[in-house]
Protein backbone atom coordinates (compact mmCIF):
# COMPACT_ATOMS: atom_id res chain seq x y z
CA UNK A 1 0.00 0.00 0.00
CA UNK A 2 1.44 3.47 -0.44
CA UNK A 3 2.29 5.89 2.13
CA UNK A 4 -0.93 7.80 0.76
CA UNK A 5 -2.91 5.59 0.86
CA UNK A 6 -1.84 4.50 3.60
CA UNK A 7 -2.41 7.74 5.43
CA UNK A 8 -5.71 8.02 4.13
CA UNK A 9 -6.68 4.69 5.52
CA UNK A 10 -5.86 5.48 8.94
CA UNK A 11 -7.84 8.89 8.96
CA UNK A 12 -10.74 7.08 7.86
CA UNK A 13 -10.28 4.43 10.67
CA UNK A 14 -9.85 6.69 13.59
CA UNK A 15 -12.70 9.07 12.49
CA UNK A 16 -15.06 6.29 11.85
CA UNK A 17 -15.86 6.05 15.51
CA UNK A 18 -16.85 9.41 15.68
CA UNK A 19 -19.10 9.18 13.01
CA UNK A 20 -20.50 6.44 14.12
CA UNK A 21 -22.28 8.39 16.95
CA UNK A 22 -25.04 10.24 16.66
CA UNK A 23 -25.99 13.79 15.42
CA UNK A 24 -26.09 16.78 17.65
CA UNK A 25 -28.63 19.04 16.04
CA UNK A 26 -30.74 15.85 15.87
CA UNK A 27 -30.10 15.33 19.02
CA UNK A 28 -31.06 18.46 20.11
CA UNK A 29 -34.17 18.61 18.68
CA UNK A 30 -35.21 15.10 20.24
CA UNK A 31 -34.17 16.53 23.49
CA UNK A 32 -37.46 18.22 22.97
CA UNK A 33 -39.35 14.98 24.46
CA UNK A 34 -36.71 14.92 27.40
CA UNK A 35 -37.17 18.61 28.63
CA UNK A 36 -40.73 17.76 30.25
CA UNK A 37 -38.23 16.27 33.24
CA UNK A 38 -34.81 17.10 32.21
CA UNK A 39 -33.14 20.28 32.32
CA UNK A 40 -29.40 21.49 31.37
CA UNK A 41 -27.78 24.01 33.23
CA UNK A 42 -24.19 24.28 33.90
CA UNK A 43 -22.44 24.67 36.91
CA UNK A 44 -22.06 28.33 36.71
CA UNK A 45 -26.15 28.64 36.63
CA UNK A 46 -25.81 28.95 32.04
CA UNK A 47 -29.16 27.65 31.46
CA UNK A 48 -28.54 25.60 28.23
CA UNK A 49 -32.23 24.13 28.02
CA UNK A 50 -34.53 25.26 30.07
CA UNK A 51 -36.41 21.98 31.72
CA UNK A 52 -38.48 20.18 33.95
CA UNK A 53 -36.92 18.96 37.47
CA UNK A 54 -38.20 15.97 37.78
CA UNK A 55 -35.51 14.48 36.65
CA UNK A 56 -31.55 15.14 37.01
CA UNK A 57 -29.96 17.95 35.49
CA UNK A 58 -28.39 15.82 32.73
CA UNK A 59 -25.23 19.10 32.56
CA UNK A 60 -22.63 17.19 33.02
CA UNK A 61 -24.12 13.70 32.87
CA UNK A 62 -21.81 12.04 30.11
CA UNK A 63 -19.33 10.10 32.18
CA UNK A 64 -21.14 10.54 35.37
CA UNK A 65 -21.45 8.08 38.16
CA UNK A 66 -25.53 6.66 38.05
CA UNK A 67 -27.24 8.01 41.23
CA UNK A 68 -24.81 10.82 41.91
CA UNK A 69 -24.84 14.77 41.44
CA UNK A 70 -26.95 17.68 42.87
CA UNK A 71 -30.27 15.54 42.44
CA UNK A 72 -32.33 14.23 45.53
CA UNK A 73 -34.79 12.20 43.84
CA UNK A 74 -32.95 9.00 42.89
CA UNK A 75 -34.38 6.08 43.25
CA UNK A 76 -32.59 3.16 45.75
CA UNK A 77 -31.74 0.99 42.69
CA UNK A 78 -30.47 3.89 40.86
CA UNK A 79 -27.75 4.63 43.78
CA UNK A 80 -27.49 1.19 44.39
CA UNK A 81 -26.25 0.90 40.25
CA UNK A 82 -23.68 3.99 40.61
CA UNK A 83 -22.46 2.17 43.59
CA UNK A 84 -21.87 -1.00 41.73
CA UNK A 85 -19.91 1.17 39.30
CA UNK A 86 -22.37 2.28 36.74
CA UNK A 87 -21.08 5.22 34.84
CA UNK A 88 -22.88 7.08 32.21
CA UNK A 89 -21.87 6.18 28.41
CA UNK A 90 -23.27 5.48 25.11
CA UNK A 91 -23.97 1.98 25.56
CA UNK A 92 -25.62 2.23 29.23
CA UNK A 93 -27.10 5.54 28.12
CA UNK A 94 -29.14 3.95 25.44
CA UNK A 95 -29.78 0.37 26.76
CA UNK A 96 -31.67 2.45 30.16
CA UNK A 97 -33.45 5.07 28.14
CA UNK A 98 -34.87 2.33 25.89
CA UNK A 99 -36.06 0.18 28.82
CA UNK A 100 -35.08 1.45 32.86
CA UNK A 101 -36.79 -0.59 35.09
CA UNK A 102 -35.69 -3.75 32.49
CA UNK A 103 -32.10 -2.10 33.02
CA UNK A 104 -31.95 -1.58 36.25
CA UNK A 105 -32.69 -4.98 36.72
CA UNK A 106 -30.55 -6.54 34.76
CA UNK A 107 -28.02 -4.41 35.81
CA UNK A 108 -28.44 -4.99 39.43
CA UNK A 109 -29.40 -8.44 39.20
CA UNK A 110 -32.16 -7.88 41.03
CA UNK A 111 -35.99 -8.52 39.63
CA UNK A 112 -37.94 -6.10 41.85
CA UNK A 113 -35.02 -3.04 41.19
CA UNK A 114 -37.11 0.33 39.78
CA UNK A 115 -36.06 3.66 38.38
CA UNK A 116 -38.04 6.51 38.27
CA UNK A 117 -38.28 7.13 35.04
CA UNK A 118 -41.20 5.37 33.34
CA UNK A 119 -40.57 7.46 29.61
CA UNK A 120 -38.72 4.60 27.20
CA UNK A 121 -37.36 6.02 24.30
CA UNK A 122 -36.80 3.96 20.85
CA UNK A 123 -35.14 6.41 18.28
CA UNK A 124 -32.71 9.27 18.03
CA UNK A 125 -30.43 8.06 21.48
CA UNK A 126 -27.52 8.45 19.60
CA UNK A 127 -28.44 11.71 18.57
CA UNK A 128 -29.51 12.89 22.51
CA UNK A 129 -26.21 11.15 23.32
CA UNK A 130 -23.70 13.42 20.72
CA UNK A 131 -26.21 15.98 21.99
CA UNK A 132 -25.36 15.71 25.58
CA UNK A 133 -21.82 15.45 24.74
CA UNK A 134 -21.58 18.62 23.18
CA UNK A 135 -23.34 20.70 25.79
CA UNK A 136 -21.36 18.58 28.77
CA UNK A 137 -17.95 20.52 30.24
CA UNK A 138 -14.59 19.42 29.26
CA UNK A 139 -12.98 16.45 30.39
CA UNK A 140 -11.89 17.08 33.75
CA UNK A 141 -13.86 20.24 34.19
Known amino acids: MRPRHLLAALVAMIAAPALAGGDP ?8 RCKACH ?10 V ?6 PNLYGVV ?3 AGTGDFNGYSASMKKA ?6 WDLEHFTAYVSDPTGF ?3 YLGDPKARGKM ?3 L ?5 DIWAYLESVSPPAGG
Do not use: P, Y
Open 39 to 48: MIVADDGTVI
Open 63 to 65: GRV
Open 25 to 32: AAGEKSFA
Open 122 to 126: DKGLE
Open 104 to 106: LRS
Open 118 to 120: TFK
Open 82 to 87: GEKGLT
Open 50 to 55: KGGRTG
